[in-house]
């Protein structure tokens, strides 16, 4: 399955306007996170961050906090193609409903060129 197999199984592309992944992100020097507020079922923010050419996806169930110290739960769900990232709109029922919008959007870590001189057992100091 591809990296992104569960996330069109799961969607009808010719009933939501989400982005199937077709379309061709150009890659950035940075990696980039993105914050959506998911009105949904019940409200919550999708955090994204990218990895390997995907958004690697968690519902943060209680959305974001300012506090370091507060703990948020953040559930893993499929990998979104990058250019979800800019999506906004609504998702019709059978296809994950709700109506996501972006919160912020922004790059984390070194320039991609350093980061595989970083890579241990499948993880990245992404702050050096």
Known sequence: MSKLGA???KRD???TKEPSG???VEPSERLRFVIQKHAATRLHYDLRLELD???KSWA???GPSRDPKERRLAVEVEDHPLDYGDFEGTIPK???AGAPSC???GAIGPRLTALPHKRRCGR???NS
């Open 22 to 24: 077709a379309t061709k």
């Open 103 to 105: 919160s912020g959007i």
């Open 124 to 126: 990245a100091n992404l």
């Open 53 to 55: 050419g995907v958004f």
């Open 7 to 9: 996330y069109q199984a």
């Open 94 to 96: 059978g296809n994950m």
């Open 60 to 62: 943060v169930t209680k």
């Open 13 to 15: 592309f010719s009933k």
